[in-house]
């Protein structure tokens, strides 16, 4: 069974400063998929970034963009020039290719994110 | 834009109630999915659908079972709640290779 490890529980920035975000998985497969999902206080779930494992390009959306590191079995996920909006728990997910269960997602347990002024 | 709609933001329901969550999507999706969020533990799967009447366990499905007679609508039932079940709990539908969630709903059980 694949695992996603978030090692911070807490995380603070400075508005304007770059902040990133680790996150570690264990998996015997060679493709499958990669997420950061944001849940700000309204609780809504927001997909931030995809990356499939296939593609040695590091994903990009506007200031967020992630270190894939596939021997590491590493995703971190870089968010520059912090705003205030972006304070919420992040929560980092893999998806298998392969394996049954709907292509369900497995979660790391989340890293809150505090934007200081 | 994708929506799904779960039926509740807020439950408060004592223990042995029989709970029903309902969760419904927009867009015609195939599979629909039914986690629980704690917090320190992510997000767990405790049920997913793959098509109408088609249900398949997730990680920790003890204590709960699921409906799905229509396409866009399933169900998460707690067929006695207990204070252990007190939880936020999340739907989500999956288009595209991408799952889209719902609001959630934050249940306690009392």
């Known amino acids: 069974a694949q695992t996603v490890t978030q090692s911070q529980p807490e995380m603070s920035v400075q508005e304007a400063e770059t902040v990133t975000l680790s996150c570690t998985y264990d998996?015997?497969?060679?493709?499958?998929?990669l997420f950061w999902y944001k849940q700000p206080p309204s609780r809504q779930m927001i997909l931030v970034i995809r990356?499939?494992?296939?593609?040695?390009q590091n994903a990009t959306e506007n200031r967020f963009s992630v270190n894939f590191q596939k021997a590491a079995k590493s995703f971190s996920l870089k968010i520059s020039d912090s705003q205030l909006g972006d304070a919420a728990m992040y929560f980092c997910?893999?998806?298998?290719?392969?394996?049954?269960?709907?292509?369900?997602?497995?979660f790391g347990t989340g890293t809150q994110l505090k934007v200081e002024l | 834009d994708v929506k799904v709609t779960q039926s509740s933001r807020y439950l408060v329901k004592r223990t042995g109630e029989k709970v029903f969550l309902e969760c419904v999507q927009d867009?015609?999706?195939?599979?629909m999915f039914w986690y629980r969020q704690d917090p320190g533990l992510g997000l767990r799967l405790i049920y997913f659908s793959y098509d109408v009447k088609m249900k398949e366990k997730g990680d920790i499905p003890e204590g709960y079972s699921v409906s799905r007679e229509k396409k866009e609508r399933f169900s998460l039932i707690l067929e006695s709640a207990s204070t252990n079940q007190t939880s936020m709990y999340l739907c989500?539908?999956?288009?595209?290779?991408?799952?889209?969630f719902g609001a959630g709903t934050r249940l306690s059980v009392l």
């Open positions: 989500a539908s999956r288009g595209a290779n991408l799952q889209y």
């Open positions: 997910a893999y998806r298998s290719l392969f394996t049954g269960g709907g292509n369900k997602l497995t």
């Open positions: 998996t015997s497969e060679s493709d499958y998929y």
């Open positions: 990356q499939e494992a296939y593609k040695q």
């Open positions: 867009m015609d999706h195939e599979n």
